[in-house]
């Protein structure tokens, strides 16, 4: 079966909460011209919401991310024959027979097993030793990253791999359910940037709240992107800090401030959970509930829908009665 854009593991995904968003921001917002996802994730959201919009705008700052819009969305040629065939060579691949690669040599017996990291590297590098597309690389880009999400050895983020025995198991090369859509335009700017420069009927927000990076968090798939095998440190096995956002700062109340003040929308949705109530400090949230209220207070009305919702969780997060909220503000200034 093809990957679909929600068969991912990420933290702080909507996938759950993808319908109640979907529903309230149709019920509550009357223009279905533009839908603008500035921090986009997995993007499930945007994907729920791309039936009701004619024209869908999507952000990030991650590679990985932007490779699974591309292969999702993006516009391109592709030879469906050919990527078939290539996905069904890789399946065909016996880890005894392939050499140690980058990979392995640096996740192999960490976040995956010796065997799958082999042809997790070889099939990059193979990618990259055809005569591709970029939208057919693109494809089978992200079917690699969803294929090792499938079976990594993780909680859902590579902060830290699971110190246990690996389960042999082979790597389940399938291919993302991909399209070609040309009411997508995807973008891969600062956020407080490209506000300024694109307008939509209505923006949605999601960033960070807390002290987790997300470029930490999935620092295996950026290293699988980008390829430019760096030297890596640490248990993790983390290369050098890139993508670093302010939303995971002290500064986070400001730059919020500063985003929601530039941006050319209708309405504006907001995104928020009540982790400030977490006595983990790497879960607590750096932008506080009023924090946010009187932000968007000064765009506009704003009406605040909740949900009782299941947080990400390591163990060290303690709190209860968790809640989803969404923020709809009608731009008034």
Not at 39 to 45: D, L, N, P, R
Not at 142 to 164: C, E, M, Q, R, W
Not at 216 to 225: A, K, Q, S, W
């Amino acid at each position: 079966m093809p990957y679909l854009i929600e068969n991912r593991r990420y933290i702080g995904n909507k996938t759950k909460l993808t319908q109640w968003i979907k529903q309230l921001i149709l019920l509550h917002t009357s223009s279905n011209d533009t839908f603008f996802d500035v921090f986009a994730g997995t993007g499930s959201v945007a994907n729920a919401l791309s039936s009701h919009f004619q024209c869908v705008l999507v952000n990030d700052l991650l590679h990985a991310n932007h490779v699974i819009y591309q292969a999702f969305w993006g516009v391109g040629e592709v030879d469906k024959t050919k990527i078939q065939h290539i996905a069904q060579t890789i399946q065909t691949w016996q880890p005894d027979d392939l050499p140690n690669n980058y990979f392995s040599d640096n996740f192999g017996d960490k976040f995956f097993s010796e065997a799958v990291a082999k042809q997790i590297g070889f099939a990059r590098e193979y990618l990259d030793s055809l005569n591709l597309t970029p939208k057919e690389h693109s494809i089978l880009l992200a079917s690699l990253i969803y294929s090792a999400d499938k079976i990594a050895n993780t909680v859902g983020h590579f902060d830290a791999y699971i110190k246990k025995d690996i389960a042999p198991k082979p790597l389940p090369f399938d291919l993302v359910n991909w399209s070609i859509q040309e009411k997508f335009q995807i973008f891969q700017k600062d956020a407080n940037q490209l506000v300024r420069q694109q307008s939509a009927d209505v923006v949605y927000l999601d960033p960070p709240y807390n002290s987790r990076q997300y470029s930490r968090f999935y620092h295996v798939y950026e290293t699988l992107v980008k390829w430019n095998k760096p030297m890596l440190s640490g248990v993790a096995m983390k290369p050098p800090a890139e993508n670093m956002s302010d939303y995971c700062r002290s500064t986070a109340p400001t730059v919020f401030a500063d985003l929601v003040a530039n941006i050319q929308a209708k309405y504006i949705v907001v995104s928020y959970n009540n982790t400030y109530f977490s006595k983990s400090n790497s879960s607590r949230n750096k932008i506080e509930l009023q924090q946010i209220v009187d932000t968007l207070n000064s765009r506009g009305q704003t009406q605040i829908f909740t949900q009782e919702h299941r947080a990400f969780n390591t163990g060290k997060t303690e709190f209860s009665n968790h809640q989803e909220l969404l923020f709809i503000t009608k731009v008034t200034d």
